[in-house]
Nanobody, 122 residues
Framework: QVQLVESGGGLVQAGGSLRLSCVVSGRTFSSYAMGWFRQAPGKEREFVGILWRGGSLSYVESVKGRFTISRDNAKNTVYLQMNSLKAEDTAVYYC????????????????WGQGTQVTVSS
């Protein structure tokens, strides 16, 4: 069993930054690719980015150059650094663990955190 707990959300002005954290417990998260998703009101859950087991990264086009995923193995934590935030980034952000499958499809992921709200004011 794997437990994921996100934190770091909040209210920020457009152009500002936030760093989200996702603490992973239960099993070493090096066995999983770690993804980030977001869901805005009335919209479907959207893939944001993923840190693959080998360390490579993939992002959705809309956040490239602004968001960065990283991890701290000693702390069993994955981070989502978000810079140059825009109003359209407002959503609940989730981290999720993927063993195998299509990383773009949220229902392929094995474990999810509870989500953290990010609100960007324009």
């Amino acid at each position: 069993q794997v437990q994921l707990v996100e934190s770091g959300g909040g209210l920020v002005q457009a152009g500002g930054s936030l760093r989200l954290s996702c603490v992973v417990s239960g099993r070493t998260f090096s066995s999983y690719a770690m993804g980030w998703f977001r869901q805005a009101p009335g919209k479907e859950r959207e893939f944001v980015g993923i840190l693959w087991r080998g360390g490579s990264l993939s992002y959705v086009e809309s956040v490239k150059g602004r968001f960065t995923i990283s991890r701290d193995n000693a702390k069993n934590t994955v981070y989502l650094q978000m810079n140059s935030l825009k109003a359209e980034d407002t959503a609940v952000y989730y981290c999720a663990a993927l063993k195998d499958g299509n990383h773009l499809k949220w229902d392929e992921y094995n474990y999810w955190g509870q989500g953290t709200q990010v609100t960007v004011s324009s």
